[in-house]
Nanobody, 127 residues
Framework: QVQLMESGGTSVQAGGSLRLSCAAS????????MAWFRQAPGKEREGVAQ????????SYADSVKGRFTISQDNAKNTVDLQMYSLKPEDSAIYYC????????????????????WGQGTQVTVSS
């Protein structure tokens, strides 16, 4: 059974940086996508960044491109989200998600396509 556990969420000031981590257990093979989503109060869950574990190829939402970086450590079975130049509008609960199987191409960006989810970690950016 796949389990995902996020960590690293906290409160930061605008312009600051933060690193989130997602530890995966269960299926940890190469044929999967890992992604970070976020959801602010009253808003839909938004795909922030995705990575295809098999190749390491990444994709990002336009709103975070150039500020966020998703990365993986296959030895530790972790996927991190490094966030720079944080803005108040980045405040949300951040979720780690896994989609399997996935054999290549750009990972999906919609929440409904992901099979497994973590419980989320709160990020609050104050102005």
């Amino acid at each position: 059974q796949v389990q995902l556990m996020e960590s690293g969420g906290t409160s930061v000031q605008a312009g600051g940086s933060l690193r989130l981590s997602c530890a995966a257990s269960g299926y940890t093979g190469l044929n999967r996508c890992m992604a970070w989503f976020r959801q602010a109060p009253g808003k839909e869950r938004e795909g922030v960044a995705q990575i295809f574990v098999g190749s390491g190829s990444t994709s990002y939402a336009d709103s975070v491109k150039g500020r966020f970086t998703i990365s993986q450590d296959n030895a530790k079975n972790t996927v991190d989200l490094q966030m720079y130049s944080l803005k108040p509008e980045d405040s949300a609960i951040y979720y780690c998600a896994q989609k399997q199987p996935w054999y290549g191409g750009t990972c999906p960006r919609t929440a409904t396509q992901y099979n497994f989810w973590g419980q989320g970690t709160q990020v609050t950016v104050s102005s």
